[in-house]
């Protein structure tokens, strides 16, 4: 799957370690590092990755993107290390339901707003955030323009928007919020979005 992404024009792989996140160390090691050697476009690694040796054995696999998450909140001593260790190799996800932040998987919550979390993040270092509407992943709902564009105007790092994306409109609408990027999943296993189309689609609209 990685190499039909790849061919078909993604410019950056996302790949998530769902058991790893659930469980707090990585379980899908061996499947990554070769989505990572099997492709030339930069793969960002999120899931599990709580622990400086983890982090280091992603980058060694090849992943050209590190994501934290629960570790954002649990580790802020991890999160200073690896601001300094991996530089804008760094990324940071939070996941949000009805505005608090959640870890573990998504299963527990943090206690935080999306807003002081990225806060915490931006003022940490960590040169760019990943934020996904939990309440929107999968549903085909669209996405929470509304939160990019505040996070977009109260933040000074660039923003990766991910959660509710079904169509090319949601796309260039988070475009003109401001976002970075976004990350496109369901819809495209599902063949709601045709992958070539959305990125000409942007293309000839500036992005």
């Known amino acids: 799957m990685g190499q039909k992404w790849e061919s078909l024009g993604a410019p950056l ?16 090691r061996a499947i990554i590092a070769a989505i990572c050697a099997g492709v030339a476009v930069p793969v960002e690694v999120a ?16 992943a050209g993107r590190i994501q934290l998450g629960s570790a954002a909140v649990r580790d802020p001593e991890l999160v ?4 300094r260790e991996l530089g804008e190799k760094l990324v940071v996800s939070i996941d949000a339901r009805n505005g608090e932040v959640m870890t573990q998987g998504w299963t527990e919550g943090s206690g935080l707003t999306v807003i002081a979390l990225a806060r915490q993040m931006v003022a940490a270092g960590v040169p760019r955030l990943m934020v996904t509407d939990i309440g ?22 660039p923003i990766v928007a991910s959660g ?6 949601d796309l260039r609408q988070l475009r003109e919020a401001g976002c970075e990027g976004v990350i496109v999943g369901k819809a495209l296993y599902e063949g709601r979005i045709d992958l070539q189309d959305a990125i000409a689609a942007l293309r000839d609209t500036g992005s």
Do not use: M, P
């Not at 058991?19 to 990585?26: L, P, S, Y």
């Not at 929107?136 to 977009?152: A, I, M, P, Q």
């Not at 509710?164 to 409109?169: A, L, N, R, S, Y």
């Open 136 to 157: 929107r992943d999968g549903t085909f709902e669209g996405s929470n323009v509304e939160l990019y564009r505040e996070l977009v105007r109260e933040l000074s790092a």
């Open 80 to 83: 200073a290390w690896a601001v």
């Open 47 to 62: 899931g599990g990755l709580r622990s400086r040796e983890a982090i280091l054995e992603a980058v060694h696999d090849g």
């Open 164 to 169: 509710g994306v079904t169509t090319v409109e």
């Open 13 to 28: 792989i996302h790949v998530v370690d769902l058991d790893g996140a659930k469980e707090g160390a990585r379980t899908q």
